[in-house]
């Protein structure tokens, strides 16, 4: 017994360390969720009214307490549907489960492989739609494809887009550091400013940026731009350098720094030095 109460004293010690730490955890969790669905915004404007409210009762303004009081019902269901998009991608995020799951990202040579083929494509202007996913789980999106469970290379990514085979249309998914399945389907987006010139593939790639926090590369058939879309936010027509640039710091956003293999550096190095020599060969 004495043993039991020893231990029963160091958690009486320990339980409130432990209390606040988990609502600090779980608080900072909830943050970054409102940050990535970008309702935010939702958080400000009720904090907002609920600050004007404790002013109006500390300071006994009666009819503006009384008129708050009334509005109350009526303004919560204005924001519930004013913010309709983005309640929704909070309560899809909750019911995926994934938020505590740590990231799978393809390793640098994986994605030098994909972004080869992003040129090669680019070249020949034929489209491309690649997802990479980070913490939300996308099985919902990769059941509409075909699965393939495939090394990634280069070559096996232009033979699925170059052709118009039935996987050509749909968008590759690389999960785990495999290509998971090709054919999806991916949700469009739901923004009103969008470029008209944008056709079916940068919205597809803007709406899976929307509901989720993957990282999307997108190819235009017409123009051959090579485009990321993440965080509801489409970067466009990027050189292969700032694609592979961009991809880690996406891939990598939310991740503790990870010291690189000597090979991944050499090979960064060497796409960079490549790169460089073609810009100083080249002549107008």
Not at 148 to 166: C, H, K, R, Y
Request: hydrophobic share 45%; with cysteine; aromatic share 8%.
């Amino acid at each position: 017994m004495e043993w039991f109460q020893r231990v029963t004293s160091i958690y009486d010690f320990v339980r409130p360390v432990l209390d606040v730490a988990i609502l600090a955890f779980l608080l900072y969790k909830v943050y970054d969720l409102l940050v990535k669905t970008q309702a935010v915004q939702l958080v400000k404007g009720a904090g907002f009214l609920v600050l004007i409210y404790g002013i109006a009762f500390l300071l006994k303004l009666t009819t503006l307490q009384w008129i708050l009081t009334i509005l109350a019902p009526g303004l919560f269901i204005a924001v519930a549907i004013v913010f309709q998009p983005e309640l929704r991608k909070i309560i899809i995020r909750l019911g995926q489960g994934d938020l505590f799951r740590p990231d799978n990202k393809p390793r640098i040579g994986q994605l030098e492989s994909v972004v080869t083929a992003a040129e090669i494509l680019a070249q020949q202007k034929r489209g491309m739609l690649v997802v990479f996913p980070r913490k939300i789980n996308i099985k919902n999106i990769i059941d509409t494809g075909t699965r393939m469970n495939a090394d990634i290379s280069s070559s096996l990514i232009v033979t699925v887009f170059e052709f118009d085979g039935p996987l050509h249309d749909g968008a590759m998914v690389i999960q785990n550091g495999r290509i998971a399945a090709a054919g999806c389907f991916l949700p469009l987006s739901e923004q009103q400013d969008i470029r008209k010139s944008f056709g079916t593939r940068h919205r597809a790639s803007l709406g899976m940026s929307e509901q989720s926090d993957a990282v999307v590369l997108v190819v235009s058939e017409e123009t051959g731009a090579i485009s990321l879309a993440y965080d509801s936010k489409l970067y466009y027509d990027l050189s292969p350098i700032e694609i592979t640039r961009k991809l880690r710091e996406f891939l990598d956003r939310g991740r503790r720094a990870e010291p690189e293999p000597e090979s991944e550096q050499k090979e960064l190095t060497l796409a960079a030095s490549a790169v460089d020599e073609d810009k100083d060969g080249f002549v107008e």
